[in-house]
Structure formats: C-alpha cells, structure tokens
C-alpha cells in the first residue's frame, strides 16, 4: 500500500511516534510563523526558555493584526517584535508588509516543509503542498527552540475533487461545501488532503483559499499536492527553486474519502453566527446589506482583488453599502496599483484600507447596530466584528462585490458574463519591508513597553481538585467567547491582568468577579469546547483567575493543547448527557486527581451539591500528563533545567 502526501510529510518529519491515528507524534518543524496579536507571548515564552538564536530554517515574525495604533500599545508591541526578531534571528514582516498567511503563501511557504504557527489559518500554505500546522504560542517557541512538535495523529481525509468550477462559482464555495457537509467540527482531528483531477484546475490563491477555511472544520492541516500549478506560481514568485513535485501514490489509502465536483457547486454563503450555516445564495437573495468587506487571509490574494475591481468597474457602491478593501499584501496592494484596479475601487467608492487583518479582528470598521455585514473573510462568530448584534455572513469575493454594487444579497450568476482575470506570469516580489536575520543579533536590546507585564504560571497540581462550577456552556463555544478580541482588547495581548476583567464576557459578564471571588475554580463546555482561534490566552487568562479544570463533551484540539500548556485540566464527559445534570454554582470535587493521572486509575468528579458521581476521561498523552502535573509546560522546562 503506497503512502498518501499527507503520510509522506509526517514520515519525512517524524520525530516520535508512529502513525497510528489519534496516537501523539513528535514532528520536526522547518518553519515558524507568528503575527503580533500572538506573538508578543510567544517570545516572552521564547526568551524564557533562555536560547541565543532561533533553531529552526527560517522563523517570521509578521505585525498584521494590532494595526490601528489608538495609543503607544501597538507600536510598543511591533517595537519589541522587531527588536526580538534582530536578536534571535527571525525575518520581521513589517506593518503594511501584510497579513502573515498570504505572505508566508506567496514569499516563504514551500511543498513537503513543516510549518507552525501562532495563528489558526497556518494551514494556508497547504495551497503549495505545505503542512502547515496552528498551534498555541508557546508549542511556537518550543518549536523555535528547535524541539519537536507534539500533535496527535491525525486521520487523512481526501477531498476527491473532479469537474472545474463554473463561471462565478469560487475557491470559497468549495470550502463552504465541506463546512455544510462537514460542520464546525467535522474536521477535529483530521488533515483534509486534496486530490482527484479536479485538483489541476484550481490555481495557489484558489487552493490557499481552501486550506486556509480548513480552520473552520477544526481539522489540524489541509494540504494540497505541489504540481505543475504549484511550480508555476513559486516560478512567478521568483521562488522555482523552492518547488518539489509531491503527490500521494496511486494506490494510497484514506480514512475517509469525500467526492466534491467541481462544476456542481454554485455560489454559497456562510449565515450567522457559524461558519458552517451554509446556503445557496440563491436561497436568501434579496436580504438588504449594510456593509461588505473584502479581504482576510481566505481572500485577499491579488486575483481576488482584480475580480472585484473588474466587477465594480464604471460602477458605484449602493449608496446603501459601506465597502472596505483589505489588501492580503503589500505585494497585492503593489500589483493592483500598478494595474490600475485599484484606481476602479476607489473611483467606485471602496475604502481602501492597509494591508493587514483589518475588520476581520474587528480592528476598526465595526457595522452599525443590526447591520448586515457580508465578508470574504472565514468566521462570523458573535460580536466579532466589533458590534455584538451585527449579522455577518461569509462568502466569496464575487458575492461579496455583487451585494456592494445592488445594495443586496445578489447571486453574482445574476450579474450577467463574469470577468476573466487570470493568476500573474510574475509577481512583483520587492521584499524591501521583509527584515532578514542578521548574522549575529546578540548585542541588539530587545525593547519592552509598558504594557508588557510578565507571565503568569501556576504552581504543580494539586491531589485533590475542589472547586465551584463558575459556568456551563453549550457546544462549539470558541475562543472568541472566551477572550475577545478586536479593537479594544488586542492591545492588551501582553498583558494578562487587563485582559482578565474580560474572560467569557460574551457568555456571561459576571463571570470575571464571580471567578474572582471564588478563587477559580471549574467550568463546563460542550462539543467542540475552544474552536477557532490558537490564542493561547484564552487558557492563560483563565488560570490567571484561578480555573482548574475545564470539563466538556469533546475539545478543539488547539484548545485543548493550550490548556494543558498553561496547567488547566481538560477532562471529557464519558458520558455527555452528565453535561445536562450540572448547574452553575455546584460544588465540584475531583479527589486523588495526580495519582489518578500518573497510574492511569479511572476518574471521577463528585457533584457534592447533587451528590452524583460523574465519570470522567482525559485523553492527555503522557508526555501531556507530565506537563499538567508539573503545573504546566514552561515549569515543566524549568524545573528539568534546574535538576
Ligand atoms: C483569528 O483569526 O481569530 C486570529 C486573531 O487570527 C487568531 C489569533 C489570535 O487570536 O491572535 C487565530 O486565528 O489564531
Ligand atoms: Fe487575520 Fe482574520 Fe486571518 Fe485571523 S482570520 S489571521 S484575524 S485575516
């Protein structure tokens, strides 16, 4: 039986472990990449572990995020990147440079290398035959560190593609599919591999599009082969020599196999508030729109952009609509200047904005009150765009300019002969806002604002864990619950006290005084408990405010690993109706929990307030146990430095 691509990446990279699915494997990373919302952290936690340099073969450092500069915050924080950079040997992306999944996509990424970031949409480089792999800050550092990166083995799913989309149909419909298909949480610890005759007429910006949303399915990577395509596009990019052919053998296997043609697909859009409550446009057309954003690392590649600017060409903006313009790079940016699409978007009345994530992190254009916003961007998730009752709805870029010309939801197919715009012959690759490393950084002084306070970390575990239920959520709580983010908390990334006056405030806005008041304690989710983003916050501000343990019916594995990071529990319900027979504000107790730990004995959480007895799993690896019993991984590193 011949290996599929996915296999062959792993088996390349295999550090530990073998391929059996659902097993922890070790795997050696080539490449990192942080943005400046995660990353601040990360070389906090990078400096911590006390290297002179870098120990990877090429580290990015990009700012993207943190862009609206309201005070010193931001820049502070960009300053210390740059300076962290210099003085470990990273590449710094400077601000304006772009959003970090684009440019790793179009400058760094490269077929069969490992990939880790500190961002959720690093398997974006999958578009050009890259494992790339989100993960929690502080995995990031380690990985820098040149150690292994530690994952469970993933099951490898093939997206069977035949056809070739038609006219109006895009990259992001054949993502949508898969989330209607899948959901949210279909893709929990899987790699989604792409294959199938369908695969060559998809071009990078099209696949990128597609690995990039793989996020949404909570799967751990999506990948496409590197082909002819793929040589093409690195060959534009002045990068030829980075090209490899990789492709699975013709006699693979797969755990799962799923059939999408290509030419069946129509445009698609993404309801609120999940990014998997996927219609046909068709279905909802004529909604009345407020706003439309274009851009995100799904689709902000310099194709997208000229389609739009073709589509709005000669035209103006319902005067109805708001439209910004989000950029994925300064190299887009650059080439839609110098095409003169950007001249059409502007004489259309789009907003152009900077390169960067922009509205996407609610960093600025935040929609009126109830308005309908339509995005190119990946999730939709409640009070993301910075306003709590704004209804955002997630679709293509050619959706998205239909609803900015009409002033409604619009199927593009009813626009009349769509525009041809093809992938460029040459890219403009002027890489003068990349700073490369420097040879020796030793001497540079990293500088540190204000804002910068030190890590928090809590102290080994305890043998008995008691503690009061402070919160019972349902399914598919994310990140974005549990810390959020956007134009008012961004800046606060370093600086875990601020940021936790804010924990579950989109749950529950009692929840930061109750924790406090109790002294911590315990919390409870549903499926799919932490989807979304990899911020490591959103465990570190927890343990800040005293939580133990979190229990839930199933974990998004970024989450999960993060917890167990920071020293908090993840515990699975063996039985998920237990979910329903808690209450917040009962007395939980979980006794012997160590020992439980280290001698694999069964464990149980007595509910004292019910007086019920509630089976328990906790599917950490040991190598993960030896990190929640020390209190989390940087004491576990500590303490082995010490001894
Ligand atoms: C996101 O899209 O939610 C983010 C902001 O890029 C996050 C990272 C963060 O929270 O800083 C992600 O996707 O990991
Ligand atoms: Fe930035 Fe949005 Fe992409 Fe996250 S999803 S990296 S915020 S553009």
């Known amino acids: 039986m011949g290996l599929n691509l996915v296999h062959k990446i792993v088996r390349d990279h295999l550090a530990s472990g073998d391929m059996t699915p659902g097993s922890e494997i070790g795997l050696r990373i080539d490449q990192t990449l942080t943005q400046d919302s995660t990353g601040t952290m990360t070389y906090l936690q990078f400096e911590a572990l006390g290297l002179p340099r870098v120990r990877v073969e090429q580290a990015v450092a990009y700012a993207d995020h943190n862009m609206l500069q309201a005070d010193f915050r931001n820049a502070d924080d960009h300053r210390y990147l740059q300076t962290v950079a210099a003085r470990y040997g990273l590449y710094f992306s400077r601000p304006g440079n772009g959003i970090c999944h684009q440019v790793h996509l179009e400058r760094f990424a490269a077929p069969g290398k490992t990939l880790l970031g500190a961002d959720s949409h690093t398997p974006t480089a999958g ?67 792409y294959g199938g005759p369908g695969v060559a007429s998809l071009t990078v910006p099209q696949r990128a599009t597609i690995t990039n949303m793989g996020a949404e399915l909570g799967a751990t990577s999506s990948v496409f082969p590197s082909d002819e395509v793929t040589r093409r596009f690195l060959a534009a990019q002045g990068r030829e020599g980075d090209w490899r052919p990789l492709a699975a053998d013709p006699d693979a296997a797969y755990d799962m196999v799923i059939d999408i043609d290509l030419a069946a697909l129509e445009p698609l859009v993404a309801q609120p508030h999940s990014p998997d409550a996927v219609v046909p446009v068709r279905e909802i057309a004529g909604l009345p729109v407020q706003q439309v954003c274009i851009g995100s690392c799904t689709n902000s590649s310099v194709v997208d952009l000229e389609i739009v600017a073709a589509m709005l060409r000669g035209k103006t903006v319902h005067p109805g609509v708001s439209l910004t ?65 704004a209804q955002v709805y997630l679709a293509g870029p050619e959706t998205c300019a239909a609803a900015a010309i009409m002033g409604v939801l619009t199927d593009p197919r009813d626009l009349g002969a769509a525009p041809t715009v093809s992938v460029p012959e040459a890219y403009i690759t002027n890489d003068n806002m990349i700073i490369p490393p420097r040879a020796d950084g030793a001497h540079v002084a990293v500088v540190r604002g204000p804002n910068i306070k030190p890590l928090p970390t809590r102290g080994p575990l305890v043998e008995d864990l008691e503690g009061e239920l402070l919160l019972v959520m349902g399914d598919n709580i994310t990140t974005d619950h549990i810390i959020p983010s956007g134009a008012d908390l961004l800046p606060f990334r370093s600086n875990v006290p601020v940021l936790s006056a804010h924990v579950f405030e989109r749950v529950d806005a009692t929840f930061p005084a109750r924790a406090r008041e109790a002294g911590g304690g315990i919390v409870m989710g549903g499926e799919n408990y932490g989807q979304g983003s990899s911020r490591e916050h959103a465990a570190l501000v927890p343990m800040y405010l005293g939580v133990q343990a979190v229990i839930a019916k199933s974990f998004a594995r970024i989450h999960q690993a993060n917890l ?75 303490a082995r430095a010490n001894a």
């Open 127 to 193: 578009g050009v035959g890259a494992l790339g792999i989100g993960a929690g800050g502080l995995d990031v550092a380690v990985a820098m560190a040149g150690e292994p990166f530690y994952v469970p083995m993933p099951r490898v799913v093939l997206v069977r593609l035949t056809g070739a989309l038609a006219p109006w149909a895009s990259a992001k419909d054949v993502i949508l599919e898969l989330l209607r298909r899948l959901t949210v949480k279909g893709g929990v610890g899987s790699v989604i591999e």
């Open 325 to 389: 313009i989000s950029p994925g790079s300064k190299q887009a940016l650059e080439m839609i200047a110098r095409s003169g699409a950007l001249a059409d978007l502007i004489a259309a009345g789009a907003r152009i904005l900077e390169a960067g994530c922009g509205p996407c992190i609610g960093m600025g254009q935040a929609p009126a009150s109830g308005a309908v916003s339509v995005r190119s961007f990946n999730r939709n998730f409640v009070g993301r765009s910075g306003t709590a009752d």
């Open 564 to 638: 167990v990071n920071v020293g908090i529990l993840p515990l699975v319900l063996a039985d998920p109706a237990d979910h329903a027979r808690c209450q917040q504000g009962d007395r939980l107790r979980i006794t012997g929990v160590r020992r439980a730990l280290q001698e694999g004995a069964p464990l149980t959480v007595e509910n004292l307030t019910r007086g019920i007895r509630i089976v328990v799993r906790h599917d950490l690896s040991p190598r993960q146990i030896e990190v929640i019993v020390a209190g989390g991984l940087l004491n576990l590193i500590r």
